[in-house]
């Protein structure tokens, strides 16, 4: 097999708590667009946590035959609509054998809500009212698979499951098959939908989720304030396309992906390491294929959830990652102040602010950014977005698990 091929983006697609289309979500991104509000989905009365950040402007109807939605989870309802999105503004289907195109697609904890539903079936009327359909349903997989049959993508057809990360490593994965020549072309990303009774409450039980009232005063990443993440939901999609095929066919190219690192902590099952020795060690891999020389301008999309140990543990791994120096003129933000905790999509769609950050030259903020944590002393672009000429991105994904990826992206 062919080694270290070029590999770019080709298109993209969002399905988001701040636009369900790219220049809906772009537009909100860099105006500082809030996209968490109350929880309307069930009745929060009894639940601490009531905020959540909920898909705006989505219709799967748009994307999928009625048949099709009522066979298929919402996450991966939204893997499809970010996917057909990318897919369609790519054009790279028809161009390569299907053979040749693969879909890694990522998704922390997958069907959710068919899960949910269906053991309430079990329990108030059955094991016979349990729906045939259940275990396809909820089996974190189906995105990729169904993604896979819509467009007879005949390679690998595989999930990322590696809780917050999951997004980042199926992208990060997807670079290293085609880089190696085993697909042309891949659709990649995450998709999640974990805004549900049973998700809240695990998450409120083991106090990960801001308690907030004030949509302004909840997801505040780097802030003195902070005391969780919202949850968030939603997908994003890229296709990544070998560099040569994609000039060939005169491809509108975003950016390069150029550089990727996965690590583990090895530590706790959801603590970060206190010294972030992974996370610092998987920025060091992904900027060293990226053939960083210290020197280059650069942004970084922060994981940036919000809670106590990970915004501090985050500050010490791109300290640790760049040296101090560098680390204090790089551009770092989290938009998840905006989108909330889209879990195992974020790391999709924040690569996909990498990408538009290089295309525009604008690198969006880290809204509600009021009382600087002094153990967070980095540049986390607040409140409003600035202009940069960047020549160099990098987004970071830190889960569950000890899992930690990051992702490098440069122009073409």
Known sequence: MAENRRVVVTGLGVVSPVGSDMETAWSNLVSGFNGIGPITYFDTTNYKAKLGAQVQGFDPMQYMDRSETLRSDKFAQYAMGAAVQAVEE????????????????????????????????????????????????????????????RYNCQGAAMPAVTACASGSNAIGEALRVIRHGYADAVITGGAEASIVPVGIAGFINMKALSVAEDPNAASLPFDARRGGFVIGEGAAALVLEEYEHAKARGAKIYGELCGYGSTCDAYHITAPHPEALGGARAM?????????????????????????????????????????????????????????????????????????????????????????????????????????????????????????????????
């Open 284 to 412: 060091e891999q992904a900027l060293s294929e990226a053939g960083y020389n210290g020197t280059e301008s650069l942004y970084i999309n922060a994981h940036g959830t919000g809670t106590p140990l990970n915004d501090v543990g985050e500050t010490k791994a791109i300290k640790r990652a760049l040296g101090e120096e560098q680390a204090y003129k790089a551009l770092i933000s989290s938009t998840k102040s905006m989108t909330g905790h889209m879990l195992g999509a974020a790391g999709a769609i924040e690569a996909i602010v990498c990408l538009k950050t290089l295309e525009t030259g604008v690198v969006p903020p880290t809204i509600n950014l009021l009382q600087p944590d002094p153990e967070c002393d980095l540049n986390y672009v607040p409140n409003a977005a600035v202009q940069a000429d960047v020549n160099l991105c990098i987004s970071n994904s830190l889960g569950f698990g000890g899992h930690n990826a990051s992702l490098a992206f440069r122009k073409v």
């Open 90 to 149: 790519s054009g790279v289907i028809g161009t390569l054998p299907p053979e040749r195109v693969a879909v890694y697609f990522g998704s922390g904890i997958g069907g959710l809500n068919t899960v949910s539903t269906e053991i309430s079936k079990l329990e108030s009327r059955g094991p016979h009212r349990v729906s045939p359909l259940c275990v396809p349903m909820m089996i974190a997989n189906m995105a990729a698979g169904m993604i896979a049959i």
